[in-house]
């Protein structure tokens, strides 16, 4: 897949359709921020491949950095489920031809909903049909929706459809909804709204070597996610960069009370395995939570604990609770 940086918008507007354009065939544009790419924006994306692929079209994906949060009210700004590069990975598997990312500047948050239609939907990216969720809403102060969309789709040429959200439980599946499953550690059910378990990539740092003289050695991952589930013990799967299936692991992610820690760190211990991992950047899903962190009278008590949650780990991963 392709992934194009588009440069910031200038304030000025040229006439519709007379900005630089994309290159190639027109397009079957999905627009959205695409954050976790949980079940409702797959089916957005879905919806877009088949629409693109039955009339020969690149199917392209449109999202924004930073997210709009961050300009217009940046003290409510949502933290990221995943980085841009995970985003274009996942979108990527799903079979979009292009991402483009179009920076969310204050410039472009005041465009009108046509400013925007014409100029980035029709100008930039040669949009034949628009694909966007029932609740989108665009242009400055989200003036626009999806009726308005669909009324200047009519007066510059493209088609728009609008696709239903996605529900469980009643609910729409969000990435706020997200967030809020990860805060509570309850990534069982963050795993249902994504459609796969949540995960997070990483560089294996040194620690304190604690664990390996406790016969436990760990992978202390430096983080890249700005989004990690609640402290806790965690059921997990770590996929290595030599490929292969995901090893089975137990997670902590905490701060290591037993011994006096006070900064957040995650923590893997890979079971049945051996071998150098520093340097190396690891992916590591969370499958289930097993237990708060807490801390213990001394080293052996702590690894009888350990031994413990491997056990109860074992028998998570070997129920196939992640669809693995």
Known sequence: ??????????????????????????????VGNFDGVHRGHQALVLAALARARSRSDVCLALTFDPHPAVVLSP???????????????????????????????????????????????VGA?????????????FGKGRA?????LQRLGQELGFEVMAVSAVLQDGLRVSSTGIRESLREGD???????????????????RGDGRGRTLGIP?????????????EGVYAA?????????????????????????DAVALEAHLLDFEGDLYG??????????LRDEKGFPGPHALVAQISADVLQARRVLAEGRDGL
């Open 75 to 121: 003290e409510r700004a949502p933290r990221s489920l995943m980085t841009l590069e995970q985003k274009a990975e996942l979108l990527a598997a799903l079979g979009v031809d292009v991402l483009t990312v179009l920076p969310f500047t204050p410039t472009l948050a005041a465009f009108s909903p046509r400013d925007f239609a014409a100029r980035v939907l």
């Open 280 to 289: 190396q950047r690891l992916r590591l899903s969370f499958v289930e939570r």
């Open 125 to 137: 990216l040669r949009a034949r049909s628009v694909v966007v969720g029932e609740g989108f809403r």
């Open 144 to 148: 626009g929706d999806v009726a308005e």
């Open 187 to 205: 990534v069982a059910r963050a795993a249902v709204l994504l459609g796969r378990p949540h995960f997070v990539d990483g560089r294996v740092v």
């Open 1 to 30: 897949m392709e992934v194009v940086r588009l440069e910031p918008l200038p304030e000025v507007a040229a006439a519709p359709g007379t900005s630089e354009p994309r290159d190639g065939p027109e397009a079957v544009v999905a």
């Open 237 to 261: 799967r770590v996929a290595l960069p030599a490929g292969g299936p995901p090893r089975a692991a137990v997670a902590n992610l905490g701060r290591r009370p037993t011994f006096g820690g």
């Open 218 to 230: 760990t992978a202390n991952l430096a983080l890249e996610n700005e989004v990690a589930p609640k």
